[in-house]
């Protein structure tokens, strides 16, 4: 992600979150056939809330950025992050105290 790309403006209130000040944001291509699994998550999404993306950030807290699931899990737990999803696993703050 070297660049940002600038965002039409009929969309700014559509996507707020990943808009930098200046109308900008960086864009990222999922394509299926390199990852299918996050390609259609994104379709899902798309389907439940109409909007066609999704905001990739780093994963970290008060901490260096995480580096393996263990890190994952541990940051996971300290924090008031609602999913964690991990492969195949989906770890969801409801469930958190119980099976983690």
């Known amino acids: 992600m070297l660049f940002t790309c600038p965002v039409h403006s009929s969309k700014h209130s ?8 200046d109308g900008t944001a960086r864009v990222q291509l ?4 390199i990852n299918l699994k996050y390609f259609q998550l994104i379709q899902q999404f798309e389907k439940i809330t109409g909007v066609p993306l999704v905001l990739n950030t780093s994963f970290n807290d008060s901490k260096p950025i995480v580096c393996s ?8 737990k300290k ?5 964690l999803v991990l492969g195949d696993y989906i770890l969801e703050r409801a469930e958190q105290r119980e099976t983690l």
């Open 79 to 83: 924090t008031a992050i609602d999913i």
């Open 30 to 33: 999922v394509y299926p056939e």
């Open 14 to 21: 559509f996507i707020p979150a990943v808009l930098h000040v």
């Open 69 to 76: 699931p263990q890190d994952a899990i541990s940051t996971f």
